[in-house]
């Protein structure tokens, strides 16, 4: 005996219509804290001393110079960093809300407390707020301290800089473009 569609059956949409499936979101905020908490080459946590290259990326300091050693294993978006000199030690100011024993937690990252603030406004630096370091000096605080202190003295260490020193932490496509002019005028200076 034959079933469906003899009048007692009634077919659900999904069963008639076939529906493509839609591709997964990224999450947002997952990706940005990745981007803020690990390190470029390893993808790992970020291990303390921790640089930044000329176009803003983040990195353990122990991770790179192992890629430096080992070239290939420096991945494609990393090979305009030749030696240590392309890139800055951060002085990072410490979250005092943060507690390292969330990290001990195997593979998950936790969004609620983030290792570094901006020593200016308290920001937290998890990627929802622009963050600059200065490549003179090393110091990092959010952009939005920069703009409205105005000056071109650290708030931090207060050393002079120029526009030129400084470098958007992970930065957007059209930030790119401005770091990599940047890095061609810091690399004549020298």
Known sequence: MEMGCDGGTIPRRDELVRVKKKPEAKDKDAELAFKWRCCTI?????????????????????????????????PEGCKHIKSLKDVKDLKLTVNPEFKKDEDKREGSLDNRAVPYICPVLGLEM???????????????????????IGTNTCHKCTKPFENDDIVIINGIDEDLEIMKQRMEIRQQKK
């Open 42 to 74: 390893t993808q790992e946590i970020l291990q303390e001393p921790i640089v930044v290259c000329h176009l803003g990326k983040l990195y353990s300091k122990m991770a790179l110079i192992e890629a430096l050693l080992d070239r290939s294993t420096l």
């Open 126 to 148: 998890n990627g929802k707020f622009r963050f600059v370091a200065v490549w003179s000096c090393g110091c990092v605080f959010s952009e939005r301290a920069l703009k409205e």
